[in-house]
């Protein structure tokens, strides 16, 4: 483990009937390729999983890999950088609290996107 964020408090995603999510970032080093990692999240997911009756619904856990280096992997199981990251401030600041000089495979500066999004800095948890 290379660096942990804080954790972020922050309204759902989708319906708003449901608890706040706890988000956080964190940066690893492996020699696992992409594909491996995401299995192991998968079944990190799945194991720690309560019955979701909606796509956007409360989980008990969701691990994502948003970015894998500055690799761009468009896959049917797996999308890096995350598909919709860049329109996700909950996403964004704790990333950026612990790669505040990123910049995203595709070349802006994470701080740029930060800005052009105008997405508040979440409450910390």
Not at 8 to 36: F, I, M, S
Not at 55 to 82: C, K, M, Q, Y
Not at 86 to 93: A, D, P, Q, S, T
Request: charged content about 20%; glycine content about 4%; proline content about 10%.
């Amino acid at each position: 483990m290379v660096a942990v964020s804080s954790f972020y408090r922050t309204p759902p995603l989708g319906p708003q009937d449901q608890p706040d999510y706890l988000n956080a970032a964190v940066a690893l080093e492996t020699a696992l390729p992409p594909r491996r990692c995401s299995i192991i999240l998968s079944a990190s997911n799945c194991s720690r999983a309560s019955a979701q009756s909606r796509t956007l619904g409360p989980r008990t856990l969701d691990l994502d890999i948003i970015l894998f280096g500055d690799a761009v992997i468009n896959s049917e199981r797996l999308t890096v950088p995350h598909y919709d990251m860049k329109n996700r401030g909950f996403m964004l600041w704790p990333l950026f609290e612990i790669a505040p000089d990123l910049h995203f495979p595709d070349g802006p500066a994470l701080r740029a996107v930060l800005d052009n999004l105008g997405a508040a800095k979440p409450a910390s948890w």
